[in-house]
């Protein structure tokens, strides 16, 4: 199994708080990538990073920002959490771009905003 | 409508059925991917295809890019198969490339 360790894997916590989930690869992979999965949505890209300090917004980025400042650590924040936030969160991770090589998956981090 | 469709959406056979999801997408694509996701959440890459066939096992993906379409064929079911199954497209960005998923394909294979 490729080497993706995503913490907390369950996280409850209130409106207007902060929150930082972490994505830990030991692959030395340089594409890493922020999802959320939700009942009647596929997986939908939240931010992904093409090298270290270099990133991108993907299709649900509203209220969410990334940081990348070491090829193994891909950081995912929220600053002020709202409830439809809560959501199913998964880091993933691919040595080219994802298009032309399959991705590995962490095992998710469940978020609740209460 | 969504870039990526499958069907169908819930699909449940008998222990030893041939299975058929499919998928269909309307962008350009660089290549296509199946994934598996277990009811512990985990997800694994099955298959990524940009031309024809690839057989892993009992699994079968096809693809005809001439009609957007790929399907996912597994002989011989067995209730370990249940699972979740998605369909992704990987598209071109000028960063590198990303996907796009279906929304999946909930399978249950009754003994």
């Known amino acids: 199994d490729a080497g993706i360790t995503q913490s907390p894997r369950h996280k409850v916590t209130e409106t207007g708080t902060p929150v930082t989930l972490r994505c830990h690869q030991t692959e030395n992979h340089r594409y890493m990538y922020w999802y959320r999965q939700d009942p009647g949505h596929g997986l939908r890209l939240i931010h992904y990073s093409y090298g270290v300090k270099d990133t991108d917004k993907g299709e649900v980025s509203d209220g969410y920002s990334v940081s990348r400042s070491k090829t193994e650590d891909f950081l995912l924040t929220l600053e002020s959490a709202t409830s439809s936030q809560t959501s199913v969160y998964f880091c993933a991770i691919s040595g080219r771009g994802s298009g032309n090589q399959p991705q590995h998956f962490g095992d998710g981090t469940r978020l609740s905003i209460l | 409508k969504n870039e990526v469709e499958q069907s169908p959406q819930n699909l449940t056979a008998q222990e030893g059925e041939f299975i058929t999801i499919n998928c269909s997408y309307s962008?350009?694509?660089?290549?296509l991917h199946w994934l598996q996701q277990h009811p512990g959440g985990g997800i694994v890459s099955l298959f990524m295809?940009?031309?024809g066939k690839k057989k892993h096992g009992r699994l079968i993906a096809t693809i005809n890019i001439q009609e957007k379409h790929s399907s996912l064929h597994i002989t011989a079911s067995h209730p370990r198969d249940s699972a979740v199954y998605i369909c992704a497209v990987g598209r071109p960005t000028n960063s590198g490339s990303r996907l796009t998923f279906g929304e999946g394909t909930q399978l249950t294979v009754n003994p």
């Open positions: 962008v350009g694509i660089s290549a």
């Open positions: 295809l940009s031309s």
